[in-house]
């Protein structure tokens, strides 16, 4: 029974997106440990609010075109098979330009090549993996965060600034907008206070 008690509860459901402040530390820590790649794959997930499997699956041809960063980018979701556009922000060229300056080249052309397994991008399990250890690092529950916290974290911060929902649809590439309310835990008090807000 004690057993029982001192195990700490699972929490399920809805991956929680990060925070600004998160998001600040985490790259200050990953700057300051060297981790490129890693400060790279956190940028460009942010950025694109793509499925962790489709993160993992990006091409060097996904975000440069004639040896350059885009400043937007168009891929094909594993998972819809529709298109979706993305920004590449500043901050995160700086990061993967960094990256790519040591980034060992491979024919395949996979922005992050695997390193056990050549001719191979990074597994989506891999990619969970860092995700862990970058939460952990900053003091955060792991078990509240998954990869679907970065796809999350800037359409939700977007939502609470604007209410724009319909946007919020677009960046997730969501064919219906019931699933981008559900994705993003809108609910009824959302709609009564954006509502509330508004004067006729």
Same mark, same amino acid.
């Given at each position: 029974?004690?057993e029982?008690l001192?195990?700490?509860p699972?929490?399920?459901?809805?991956?929680?997106p990060?925070?600004?402040?998160?998001?600040?530390?985490?790259?200050v820590r990953l700057q /300051?440990?060297?981790?490129?790649?890693?400060?790279?794959?956190? %940028?460009?997930?942010?950025?694109?609010?793509?499925r962790?499997? %489709?993160?993992?699956?990006?091409?060097?041809?996904?975000i440069?075109?004639?040896g350059?960063?885009?400043?937007?980018?168009?891929?094909?979701?594993?998972?819809?098979?529709?298109?979706?556009?993305?920004?590449?922000? !500043?901050?995160?060229?700086?990061? /993967?330009?960094?990256?790519?300056?040591?980034?060992? %080249?491979?024919?395949?052309?996979? /922005?992050?090549?695997?390193?056990?397994?050549?001719?191979?991008?990074?597994?989506?399990?891999?990619y969970?993996?860092?995700?862990?250890?970058?939460?952990?690092?900053?003091? =955060?529950?792991?078990?509240?965060?998954?990869?679907?916290?970065?796809?999350?974290t800037?359409?939700?911060?977007?939502?609470?600034?604007?209410?724009? =929902?319909?946007?919020?649809?677009?960046l997730?590439?969501?064919?219906?907008?019931?699933?981008t309310?559900?994705? /993003?835990?809108? !609910?009824?008090?959302?709609?009564?206070?954006?509502?509330?807000?508004? !004067?006729?």
């Amino acid at each position: 029974m004690t057993e029982l008690l001192a195990r700490p509860p699972t929490i399920r459901g809805a991956k929680l997106p990060l925070r600004p402040r998160h998001v600040w530390t985490i790259r200050v820590r990953l700057q /300051l440990q060297r981790r490129i790649r890693d400060l790279a794959l956190f %940028d460009i997930a942010l950025d694109s609010k793509l499925r962790g499997c %489709d993160v993992v699956a990006l091409r060097l041809v996904d975000i440069a075109a004639a040896g350059a960063l885009r400043r937007r980018a168009t891929v094909i979701q594993q998972k819809t098979g529709r298109p979706v556009q993305f920004e590449i922000t !500043e901050q995160a060229r700086r990061s /993967l330009a960094d990256w790519l300056r040591i980034r060992r %080249d491979t024919a395949e052309g996979w /922005l992050f090549p695997s390193r056990m397994r050549p001719g191979e991008h990074i597994s989506t399990r891999q990619y969970i993996r860092l995700l862990k250890r970058w939460i952990t690092d900053v003091g =955060l529950e792991p078990a509240a965060y998954g990869t679907h916290s970065l796809r999350r974290t800037k359409v939700a911060l977007l939502y609470r600034k604007t209410g724009n =929902l319909r946007a919020c649809q677009l960046l997730l590439g969501h064919t219906k907008l019931e699933s981008t309310a559900r994705y /993003l835990g809108v !609910e009824l008090d959302d709609a009564l206070e954006l509502s509330e807000a508004l !004067e006729l």
